[in-house]
């Protein structure tokens, strides 16, 4: 999987070596920095920032890297965080929609961080009005969870309720 995790973009001029090699570095500079301005995110004009950070940075890795690649996964799910952050529930959606699909390729498939995506989406869409596609997202998580943790554990439990709930 180390293939498509690190896979680039397919182009009539594929990026030379140096390019993507520079581009790591670009990523794993940005991913650094975004460390960093995280400890001071009760600002919002550095929230906002963040955002731009991400979107820049995915609009930049976007060339050469495939979304697939972890570190447009990673780009893409901290600005999905931040979107949450600032209740900006499409833009999370958005960034959500776009992470399920590389995370159940890269991960096993009773793996919790799929389950914890599948959560969020399936909250998101519950939150937005869009209930079928909000059960078919908690029910996926619910049949990870059931593996990873039980069929009698509290988080299953209350994701259940949720469903009930809505």
Not at 27 to 55: D, Q
Not at 130 to 141: D, E, F, I, Q, Y
Request: glycine share 6%.
């Amino acid at each position: 999987q180390d293939k498509e995790k690190l896979e680039i973009c397919k182009l009539n001029d594929p990026p030379s070596a140096e390019t993507v090699k520079d581009m790591i570095k670009y990523a794993r500079n940005v991913i650094e920095e975004f460390r960093r301005a995280k400890l001071y995110k009760y600002i919002l004009c550095l929230i906002l920032e963040l955002l731009e950070i991400c979107e820049l940075s995915l609009g930049k890795m976007g060339a050469v890297f495939e979304d697939s690649n972890v570190y447009m996964l990673h780009m893409m799910y901290q600005a999905m965080g931040v979107c949450l952050y600032v209740q900006d529930w499409e833009g999370a959606l958005g960034y959500g929609q776009k992470i399920i699909r590389p995370y159940s390729k890269h991960y096993p498939s009773y793996s919790l961080n799929v389950a914890s995506m599948w959560l969020k989406l399936g909250r998101l869409y519950m939150t937005l009005k869009n209930r079928t596609a909000g059960v078919k997202a908690l029910k996926r998580a619910i049949a990870i969870m059931e593996v990873a943790h039980g069929k009698d554990h509290p988080y299953i439990s209350e994701i259940k309720k949720e469903l009930e709930d809505h």
